[in-house]
């Protein structure tokens, strides 16, 4: 099955610096590559995602990028505010029915 | 528009009890996902419905584990007995139309500690 490992674990910065998270993914088959956002007490929320035939994608503050070769992809927010603190996931999908989730990064924005 | 809504949020029971979890997925979404949870990991697929269909219950520890969706709506998932590494949080999921592409969007989940 699909392994998808993601980095930093943890992640503080300071108000208006950029955060960047990392993830690689370990079937090169995979093609959807969403990015969920979970807030303490909360389920889990898509805030972006990226399909294998687009290299980047953005939404306002936020972008995400893929690179197929390296079997990588990543989260940019840019600008921080307090309210991104929260846990990112990213995932991938193996076809079209199964989505592998990393472990999660903790994100601080420290006012 | 309602959410996915979950009960219970939180559950604590003794080892070897049985538990169950309900979910309610937003109206019209005709897949539905049951994910565990453990402490600072991602969520794990435990068996995704499509309609009252268990398409993919690959994940799901059979000899415990149960889940049903009757008439294609609401779903349990049922836990008999629990055992101490069955505390995570459980949480459904929905999304309209089949495949895994397009947002899935979570309940609350339902916190489980078994003692």
């Known amino acids: 099955g699909e392994n998808v490992e993601q980095h930093p674990s943890t992640l503080s910065v300071q108000e208006g610096d950029s955060a960047v998270i990392k993830c690689t993914y370990s079937d090169s088959a995979s093609n959807y590559f969403p990015w969920y956002k979970q807030e303490l007490g909360k389920g889990p929320q898509l805030i972006i995602d990226?399909?294998?035939?687009?290299g980047e994608k953005k939404d306002q503050r936020i972008a995400v990028t893929l690179n197929k070769t390296a079997k990588h992809f990543s989260l940019h927010i840019t600008e921080t505010q307090p309210e991104d603190s929260a846990v990112y996931f990213c995932a991938a999908s193996l076809g079209d029915y199964k989505l592998s989730f990393g472990a999660g990064t903790t994100v601080t924005v420290r006012a | 528009e309602a959410g996915v809504v979950q009960s219970p949020r939180y559950k604590i029971i003794e080892k070897k009890q049985p538990v169950a979890f309900w979910c309610n997925p937003i109206s019209g979404h005709n897949t539905l996902y049951w994910y565990r949870q453990n402490l600072g990991q991602g969520p794990e697929l435990l068996i995704r419905y499509e309609n009252e269909e268990a398409v993919d219950d690959s994940q799901l520890p059979k000899d415990r584990f149960s889940a049903e969706r009757l008439k294609g709506v609401d779903s349990t998932l049922k836990i008999q007995p629990a055992e101490l590494g069955d505390s995570a949080v459980y949480l459904c999921?929905?999304?309209?139309?089949?495949?895994?592409?397009?947002?899935?969007?979570f309940g609350e989940g339902s916190r489980l500690t078994v003692l």
């Open positions: 999921a929905s999304k309209s139309g089949t495949g895994v592409t397009g947002e899935l969007f």
């Open positions: 990226i399909r294998s035939n687009v």
